[in-house]
């Protein structure tokens, strides 16, 4: 199969376009790598990545991330006290009188914490305590005036100058320090995710609660047990599933009612914007740069105006989403416009039809499909951008979200909103994606039948 | 009409009769579907102004008020919070402390705050299209049914895609703040995350719409996927994924503004800054200059993009 030097020519002189075009159009994609990889170098200068990298925390990740999907108790026992009594924070998810199974007091005085049943699990009492994990018992004397391991130290303990800590790793870590030890265990799962530690329902089955609502007693003044755990429910004040579900719905109205007056103030303007329909060149014009001006003042500029003329809110958001959605539908909407076929609308014209009965008939059967398969691609957009414009107090979940992040603590709320956003998000884009299957093939169907006719 | 009407037989007649059925039932259904809107409309109007802090007909006379602070009493001071040159009614207050956010790049030559802000928020949308331009690319060759080496592979490709695409960015950004610090690295990752996501969508769509030929005739001489991808599917739709990169440029300028506002650093945080606190010549200032770079930033798009569309209607002719 080899090729001699005349034939390879041969090809050569029969393709010119391919063999023989002009430097910079050889050369264009070698420039363009080059030119990005200065670019990469100086952003990474720009930004100081490496020292960015270098100050990074990653070790938070894993525990961040398995913050999302569960919880902890961390039960003090003060060991300076006459006698030792496990104490748990306020607010912690066991409520007013938490008994727990996992902490046992033993008849000779003794505590003994089981943070993974009894391979993983800490004993103790005023003078010494004994950390059991991975296979190893560590003795921990607290006589001396500070911790002190007898022993060697496993590689899972530190020994810090008043403290030692020993780390179990997911489920939990124990910390001993002369007058208290203090124990994280880890539970997989949402805590108290349907009621709050205050609801009577706390802490029963679903029988339980079921058969309440059913034939029990009534538990609160006035109000019906399905009422009650209705509102015990909607209160939680660990979840606010109340609040949650409400700035849900102030996101998907944000995006739904800026999107849709985005379409109905655009489309009148489309018509005079198109340049093959505006009675004047120079309207086409202005129009088309007050669409450019709508779209390029961003949507932050919109919604950070908005917020301060109306107050944080919905409305401030669907506002800023409206007046971004006028300048991109405008957009969209009138080079669908320039783009029609121009039959239709010449043969309506040449019945004698006045202007608004060609629009209507000679130009609107072709592009409305287009029109609202436009619109209801934004309004999916939109209803992930609305989560973000959120943030900056324009109403809506995204507010709650950057809250609830900012303290670093409340991973599980976070991941709950987040599951919610993107159960919108995905049930929304199916919608949109369906009706817009359905419009092209309306249209499919609309280009057969005009091909049929010829 | 009696003429034609006798000329027409029974079965055009009732044709007819089946079309002018049809057309009204249609037209129920248009102004159903259009009174339905309508009452949504109204609803969310209501339910939206009812959530709201304040209401917006309560509002709507206070707009005036509101927009009088924008107007400066001095429009020089404008250009002055533009190029950080020192304004005459600086009285040691933040409204009109121009020189100070001065970046010195060495002696007495600096660079405007508001343009050191802007270049970050720029930067950071062009650092994270790029990442999402890398990914996405092999992702879609992977997600795309008609180049896929493996269906499983694709599957998992496509649904992590989605993922991607549908996580909230500013959860990822707070995510990252908390580990690599709060600033434009964290926006970085949030968005190039997110871009991964929405290019390789736009991507695979268009590989599944290629010419297979190529490829088959590569294949038909032994060539294995990567050498099929590189040759007989990348130079069909490159021009393509150059145009989609270009527009998620665009649109990155724009999310990473508002990154900004929300701890990414840049000019967003600023902006929000100086709204809140009433600051009218800033707030000018920094409308003016992200207005023009983000005009600047689209044109430019749209001109390579016509450029390119050009390029491949050649390259498909020749």
Same mark, same amino acid.
């Given at each position: 199969?080899?090729?001699?030097?005349?034939?390879?020519?041969?090809?050569?002189?029969?393709?010119?376009?391919?063999?023989?075009?002009?430097?910079?159009?050889?050369?264009?994609?070698?420039?363009?790598?080059?030119?990005?990889?200065?670019?990469?170098?100086?952003?990474?200068?720009?930004?100081?990545?490496?020292?960015?990298?270098?100050?990074?925390?990653?070790?938070?990740?894993?525990?961040?991330?398995?913050?999302?999907?569960?919880?902890?108790?961390?039960?003090?026992?003060?060991?300076?006290?006459?006698?030792?009594?496990?104490?748990?924070?306020?607010?912690?998810?066991?409520?007013?009188?938490?008994?727990?199974?996992?902490?046992?007091?033993?008849?000779?005085?003794?505590?003994?914490?089981?943070?993974?049943?009894?391979?993983?699990?800490?004993?103790?009492?005023?003078?010494?305590?004994?950390?059991? @994990?991975?296979?190893?018992?560590?003795?921990?004397?607290?006589?001396?005036?500070?911790?002190?391991?007898?022993?060697?130290?496993?590689?899972?303990?530190?020994?810090?100058?008043?403290?030692?800590?020993?780390?179990?790793?997911?489920?939990?870590?124990?910390?001993?320090?002369?007058?208290?030890?203090?124990?994280?265990?880890?539970?997989?799962?949402?805590?108290?995710?349907?009621?709050?530690?205050?609801?009577?329902?706390?802490?029963?089955?679903?029988?339980?609660?079921?058969?309440?609502?059913?034939?029990?007693?009534?538990?609160?003044?006035?109000?019906?047990?399905?009422?009650?755990?209705?509102?015990?429910?909607?209160?939680?004040?660990?979840?606010?599933?109340?609040?949650?579900?409400?700035?849900?719905?102030?996101?998907?109205?944000?995006?739904?009612?800026?999107?849709?007056?985005?379409?109905?103030?655009?489309?009148?303007?489309?018509?005079?914007?198109?340049?093959?329909?505006?009675?004047?060149?120079?309207?086409?014009?202005?129009?088309?740069?007050?669409?450019?001006?709508?779209?390029?003042?961003?949507?932050?500029?919109?919604?950070?105006?908005?917020?301060? @003329?109306?107050?944080?809110?919905?409305? @401030?958001?669907?506002?800023?989403?409206?007046?971004?959605?006028?300048?991109?539908?405008?957009?969209?909407?009138?080079?669908?416009?320039?783009?029609?076929?121009?039959?239709?609308?010449?043969?309506?014209?040449?019945?004698?039809?006045?202007?608004?009965?060609?629009?209507?008939?000679?130009?609107?059967?072709?592009?409305?499909?287009?029109?609202?398969?436009?619109?209801?691609?934004?309004?999916?957009?939109?209803?992930?951008?609305?989560?973000?414009?959120?943030?900056?107090?324009?109403?809506?979940?995204?507010?709650?979200?950057?809250?609830?992040?900012?303290?670093?603590?409340?991973?599980?709320?976070?991941?709950?909103?987040?599951?919610?956003?993107?159960?919108?998000?995905?049930?929304?884009?199916?919608?949109?994606?369906?009706?817009?299957?359905?419009?092209?093939?309306?249209?499919?169907?609309?280009?057969?039948?005009?091909?049929?006719?010829? | 009409?009696?003429?034609?009407?006798?000329?027409?037989?029974?079965?055009?007649?009732?044709?007819?009769?089946?079309?002018?059925?049809?057309?009204?039932?249609?037209?129920?259904?248009?102004?159903?579907?259009?009174?339905?809107?309508?009452?949504?409309?109204?609803?969310?109007?209501?339910?939206?102004?009812?959530?709201?802090?304040?209401?917006?007909?309560?509002?709507?006379?206070?707009?005036?008020?509101?927009?009088?602070?924008?107007?400066?009493?001095?429009?020089?001071?404008?250009?002055?919070?533009?190029?950080?040159?020192?304004?005459?009614?600086?009285?040691?207050?933040?409204?009109?402390?121009?020189?100070?956010?001065?970046?010195?790049?060495?002696?007495?030559?600096?660079?405007?705050?508001?343009?050191?802000?802007?270049?970050?928020?720029?930067?950071?949308?062009?650092?994270?299209?790029?990442?999402?331009?890398?990914?996405?690319?092999?992702?879609?060759?992977?997600?795309?049914?008609?180049?896929?080496?493996?269906?499983?592979?694709?599957?998992?490709?496509?649904?992590?895609?989605?993922?991607?695409?549908?996580?909230?960015?500013?959860?990822?950004?707070?995510?990252?703040?908390?580990?690599?610090?709060?600033?434009?690295?964290?926006?970085?990752?949030?968005?190039?995350?997110?871009?991964?996501?929405?290019?390789?969508?736009?991507?695979?769509?268009?590989?599944?719409?290629?010419?297979?030929?190529?490829?088959?005739?590569?294949?038909?001489?032994?060539?294995?996927?990567?050498?099929?991808?590189?040759?007989?599917?990348?130079?069909?739709?490159?021009?393509?994924?150059?145009?989609?990169?270009?527009?998620?440029?665009?649109?990155?300028?724009?999310?990473?503004?508002?990154?900004?506002?929300?701890?990414?650093?840049?000019?967003?945080?600023?902006?929000?800054?100086?709204?809140?606190?009433?600051?009218?010549?800033?707030?000018?200032?920094?409308?003016?200059?992200?207005?023009?770079?983000?005009?600047?930033?689209?044109?430019?798009?749209?001109?390579?993009?016509?450029?390119?569309?050009?390029?491949?209607?050649?390259?498909?002719?020749?």
């Amino acid at each position: 199969m080899a090729m001699t030097a005349d034939e390879i020519s041969a090809i050569e002189d029969r393709h010119p376009q391919i063999f023989q075009r002009p430097a910079y159009k050889r050369f264009w994609p070698l420039f363009l790598i080059a030119g990005t990889v200065l670019y990469l170098a100086y952003a990474l200068w720009f930004f100081s990545l490496p020292q960015v990298l270098k100050e990074s925390h990653w070790e938070r990740l894993p525990l961040f991330l398995s913050q999302w999907i569960s919880y902890d108790l961390q039960p003090e026992f003060r060991l300076d006290q006459p006698q030792i009594m496990p104490k748990y924070p306020r607010f912690a998810a066991l409520g007013e009188n938490p008994n727990p199974n996992w902490v046992i007091r033993n008849p000779d005085g003794t505590y003994t914490v089981q943070i993974d049943g009894e391979a993983k699990s800490v004993t103790f009492d005023k003078t010494r305590a004994t950390i059991v @994990a991975n296979g190893q018992t560590v003795p921990v004397s607290l006589t001396g005036g500070k911790p002190e391991v007898t022993g060697p130290v496993p590689d899972w303990v530190t020994v810090h100058n008043d403290e030692v800590v020993a780390r179990m790793g997911f489920v939990g870590e124990v910390r001993v320090t002369v007058d208290r030890v203090k124990v994280r265990k880890r539970f997989l799962g949402w805590a108290n995710f349907v009621f709050d530690t205050r609801s009577p329902f706390f802490g029963k089955s679903a029988g339980e609660v079921l058969s309440l609502i059913v034939s029990g007693p009534r538990l609160g003044s006035g109000t019906s047990n399905l009422e009650l755990a209705a509102d015990n429910i909607w209160n939680n004040a660990q979840w606010q599933h109340g609040d949650v579900w409400t700035k849900l719905l102030q996101t998907i109205v944000m995006a739904f009612l800026g999107t849709l007056l985005g379409g109905i103030v655009a489309f009148p303007l489309a018509f005079f914007a198109a340049r093959n329909i505006t009675p004047s060149g120079l309207l086409s014009q202005v129009l088309k740069r007050f669409f450019d001006f709508m779209r390029s003042v961003d949507m932050l500029i919109w919604a950070l105006f908005f917020t301060r @003329a109306f107050g944080p809110g919905p409305l @401030a958001g669907s506002a800023a989403i409206f007046f971004t959605e006028i300048g991109t539908l405008g957009k969209t909407y009138s080079e669908a416009l320039e783009n029609i076929d121009d039959k239709p609308r010449e043969g309506v014209l040449s019945t004698g039809a006045n202007g608004l009965l060609v629009q209507r008939y000679g130009v609107l059967p072709e592009v409305v499909p287009i029109f609202i398969s436009q619109t209801l691609y934004q309004w999916e957009s939109n209803t992930r951008g609305a989560t973000i414009i959120g943030a900056v107090g324009a109403g809506g979940i995204g507010l709650k979200l950057w809250e609830a992040m900012r303290t670093n603590s409340n991973w599980a709320n976070v991941f709950y909103m987040v599951l919610l956003t993107l159960l919108v998000v995905f049930v929304f884009d199916n919608i949109s994606n369906f009706l817009r299957r359905r419009l092209s093939r309306t249209l499919h169907d609309y280009n057969r039948l005009q091909a049929a006719q010829g | 009409m009696t003429a034609s009407a006798t000329i027409h037989s029974e079965a055009t007649r009732q044709q007819a009769d089946a079309w002018r059925r049809q057309t009204s039932l249609r037209r129920c259904y248009t102004a159903l579907g259009v009174g339905l809107l309508l009452v949504a409309m109204c609803a969310t109007m209501w339910f939206a102004d009812e959530a709201n802090a304040g209401h917006f007909f309560d509002r709507l006379p206070h707009i005036l008020d509101f927009l009088s602070w924008l107007v400066p009493k001095d429009w020089n001071d404008v250009w002055r919070a533009l190029f950080d040159i020192a304004s005459p009614h600086d009285k040691g207050t933040q409204e009109f402390n121009f020189p100070l956010g001065r970046v010195y790049i060495w002696g007495g030559f600096y660079i405007p705050e508001y343009f050191e802000l802007m270049l970050t928020t720029v930067n950071v949308a062009l650092v994270s299209t790029f990442i999402g331009f890398v990914f996405a690319v092999p992702f879609s060759f992977i997600a795309a049914r008609n180049l896929t080496p493996s269906p499983i592979l694709r599957l998992i490709v496509k649904r992590f895609m989605e993922l991607l695409r549908a996580f909230p960015e500013i959860v990822i950004a707070g995510l990252f703040a908390a580990i690599v610090s709060i600033g434009p690295v964290a926006a970085i990752i949030a968005i190039g995350l997110h871009s991964i996501g929405a290019l390789g969508k736009l991507f695979y769509e268009i590989n599944e719409n290629v010419d297979m030929r190529p490829e088959e005739g590569l294949r038909a001489v032994g060539a294995n996927w990567i050498e099929r991808v590189r040759f007989a599917d990348l130079p069909q739709v490159l021009p393509n994924f150059m145009s989609y990169t270009l527009l998620r440029i665009e649109i990155n300028v724009r999310i990473s503004t508002i990154m900004g506002a929300v701890g990414g650093g840049g000019i967003g945080e600023e902006l929000k800054l100086s709204i809140s606190r009433g600051f009218g010549a800033k707030t000018l200032a920094l409308v003016l200059l992200l207005f023009t770079t983000i005009f600047l930033v689209d044109q430019f798009s749209a001109w390579l993009r016509r450029k390119l569309v050009r390029e491949q209607a050649f390259l498909m002719s020749a």
